[in-house]
């Protein structure tokens, strides 16, 4: 799908602090389930990068089928030196843009003092934010596999609590498309809350938590609870509801809506 470049915003991106975006997915996701936000970005005069985790810098097809060295290693605090270093080789410093654990990741950049902003998508929770019964039962496979390892979302569990708002004809695809492994050592810190601490009232970039009505991954109340640990920050930190949404809010029907809001609130923050 084109997107239609919004000549206000197009203006209004031509005078911001940055106009770098780095994308950062969660887990289960290859870069490429950013393909829609970035046409959106772009098309309002930023400019997109997307880097991959450590080791995901394939094709989805080829990860899925074929080992990932070091992925079973991979922690938080390793991701997050990750994005860190690369964001030293930009050419000034971006707005962070999170999905789901990528969320978390950007929290956590956002906590050591880079980028100039965030946004995060039913981000993963920060230290401090519990879970309830729903996102325990959806992480429950891969939590039962056990740290050290990697493990790779299944076509039920992509359709019933990631993507529940992808017509069922569109899941087949979306999944080929875009589902990679994982690392489970990821999920076991959040639940855990090891190495998911924030100092929020040291936070001065403004942060935006975006969350999904039905949303069976990280729920509204989850995305909540992180915004209430957040909003001790002196700086602007705000909270959105996106009615009748899943998971894949970066992906399924009514993105466009997803996309404009973080663009429109980028361009006045930054």
Known sequence: ?????????????????????????????????????????????????????PGLDKGAAE???????????????KLVDHYARIISTLPEPPLLVGHSMGGLVVQLLLDRGLGLAGVVLSPGPVGGALPGPTPLL?????????????????????????????????????????????????????ALMAGTWVQPRRRKQP????????????????????????KAAASRTEFKLFAGRSHFLAGEPGWEEVAQYAIGWACEVL
């Open 1 to 53: 799908m084109s997107i239609a470049p919004d000549a206000a915003l197009q203006l209004k991106a031509a005078t911001l602090s940055t106009r770098t975006v780095m994308l950062i997915t969660g887990a289960w996701m290859h870069v490429s389930s950013w393909d829609k936000f970035r046409k959106a970005f772009d098309a309002a005069g930023f400019e997109t990068v997307a880097p991959a985790w």
């Open 138 to 190: 959806s992480a429950l496979p891969v939590l039962l596999k056990g740290p050290g390892q990697t493990h790779l979302l299944s076509r039920t569990g992509f359709a019933k609590n990631f993507a529940s708002g992808l017509p069922a004809a569109e899941l087949a695809k979306a999944y080929d498309a875009h589902v990679v492994p994982t690392a489970t050592n990821i999920f076991y810190q959040a």
């Open 63 to 77: 990860l899925r089928n074929a080992p990932i060295a070091g992925l079973d290693t991979l922690t938080m605090g």
């Open 207 to 230: 942060l935006l938590i975006l969350a999904a009505e039905k949303d069976r991954t990280v729920t509204p109340a989850l995305s909540r609870a992180s915004y209430n640990i957040q």
